[in-house]
């Protein structure tokens, strides 16, 4: 992997982690392109660049990450159960399902459901929750199962989780920011097992290269994470349901 294919891999974490158009599946299309093999130094790389993210997520939020804000976080680890469960128990049969040809259909099936959740939507409704602490318990297991559709590579983590929180009443604004604090205990637990997995690894990697990924990652992800807030504001997630159909679309006429 040269310094080249670093800095790209690493914008494409950084920007598509928190985005509801799927990290895994871009990164996947993305090494195809790049003629990028998946050996040690590639794994030892993926997971700087996740760990990075993970950092992106804590100086973003950095007063939620205190003893005093223990009940949103319970409600968070209780969210993140469901998909650490079933991740764990079908680790290998969700490996062979990493193909472009599924990362295809499910960006098209992901963005149509965006549509048809934004179709019905109603933003103005004052009941919703536009703060993420008040997000009770049976919205959070709820999101969490969602969540569980995000081991279907292309399916998209924060996808699964912004439509499922949108669907409890939940505000975007709100939906988004638990979907990036949800992301620190599932990206954490995935960081760490990978680490304990493929730690020697490290040793055949090249530590500029990995610099570089983690640092240009870690940047992106930082100011992403601020601008997708701005952008709801002004914005609904029509935009990415249809870059999700059109991503699809392309991969499935390339790759088929």
Known sequence: MTIFDSVILGIIEGFTEFLPISSTGHLIVASEFLGINQNSVTKAYEVIIQFAAIFAVVFNYRDKFCIDKISLWAKVFLAFLPIAIVGFIFSHQIKELFTIQIVAIMFIVGGIIFLAVEKFFIPNETHLIDDVEEVTTKQALFIGLAQVFALIPGTSRAGSTIISALLVGLSRKASAEFSFLLAFPVM?????????KHYHEFSDANL??????FIVSFVVAYFTIKLF?????KFTFVAFG?????FGAILLIFFN
């Open 229 to 233: 807030l701005v952008f709801l504001e």
């Open 242 to 246: 249809i870059y999700r159909i059109l």
């Open 208 to 213: 500029v290269t990995l610099g570089v990924g």
């Open 188 to 196: 954490s637990a995935v960081t760490a097992y990978d680490l304990l």
